[in-house]
């Protein structure tokens, strides 16, 4: 069976779509093709073809143009499934399922809320967030699968439809190849992702300036939001304790963690983030990290659960403070709290239990087109 993802929107190297699902679905032995819209041209990577339909300049027409020949390629791959990846392809989605094809939705995010967030005006963003709600109504009629990404998320599909395949991480990604007792580490904490005031940064440059500890630093490591927010990180004080480095590969993030003390995820309370589940809270946690996180009641399960960190009111520049100089100040025991994280990771918050997840929907699938192949003959 054919699988052609689509997800123009993201990057070609994504570690869900690519490292994760596709790879999981071409070693169980399905034919995959990623596609993808950012000009660097055709490849394989392992297994996989990935698809590049090319760029296009312009703010809006680097969206929309690179969507439109995604779906005009459909008809050169044929395959047998399309599976999306990217809210805004939900109308041409939707055309495609009306049309006889099988498609499934991978739903990484609430935009609905998501949309909230964003700068656009109040009226555009109820607008948006409408509009999205009526998109995905009709694609949960329309569409063969829901693929959820969170509890949350599948919750909004319906559930004989959708299947739950969390973003958890690869069992031996990040692990340390060279462990490292935290006491003899620097005294470094990591951030890694996308870099907005949404998710803290202004707090945890303000809470290094407060802990001026000599040698403490920040290895912050992704891309701003917005030029205007890195030049106004760049003037606060606490920005000469940071080592920004951009983003890294996959053996650049598991660098950081293996010299890091702790990792920081400090997401600022808000619909999209109440109930969601940064990948990076788990990667944190593979790589035998312990976790300062947000006390949002479900990541306080998470942390709480697994005796992994500790959580702090993300708002609040002392009590994260606080909980890094307690970081620095007992390394055995922050060092227990990441092996316990790992072991939780280990257990229960990894890829390959959800790579057999999505193996099996396929299978699924696939089991349904021969039933259909039979009745037709």
Known sequence: MKSLHIATLHKRNDTRILLKECASLSEAGYDVAFVVGDGQGDENSGKVRVVDVGSAEGRFASRLVPMWRAMRRVREEMPDVIHFHDGMFLPLAIFLALTGWRVVYDVHEDYRQQVMNTRFS??????????????????????????????????????????????????????????????????????????????????????MERLHREGAMLELAGAFGSKSLQDE??????????????????????????????????????????????????????????????????????????????????????????????????PEQAEQMGQRGRQAVTVTYNWEREAEKLVECYRALQKTEWESTEKCA
Request: net charge neutral; hydrophobic share 45%.
């Open 233 to 330: 990180m760049k003037e606060r004080p606490g920005w000469k304790y940071v080592r920004f480095r951009n983003w890294l590969p996959r053996s650049g993030v598991a660098d950081v963690f293996e010299r890091s003390r702790a990792g920081l995820v400090l997401f600022h309370p808000g619909p999209n983030h109440d109930l969601a589940q940064p990948n990076k809270l788990f990667e944190y946690m593979s790589a035998s990290l312990p976790v300062i996180a947000s006390d949002f009641p479900l990541w306080r399960q998470i942390v709480e659960g697994a005796g992994c960190g500790l959580l702090v009111d993300p708002l609040d520049v002392d009590a994260v403070t606080e909980a890094m100089r307690w970081i620095l100040d007992y």
């Open 122 to 207: 109040l009226l555009f963003r109820r607008a948006a967030s409408l509009g999205y709600s009526v998109l995905e109504w009709i694609g949960s009629r329309v569409f063969t699968r829901i693929v959820a990404a969170t509890p949350h998320i599948a919750s909004r599909f319906p559930e004989h439809k959708t299947v739950l395949i969390q973003n958890f991480p690869m069992l031996d990604e990040l692990s340390a190849l060279h462990p490292v007792s935290h006491a003899e580490r620097p005294e470094q904490f990591a951030f890694i992702g996308g870099i907005t005031g949404h998710r803290g940064i202004r707090q945890m440059i303000d809470a």
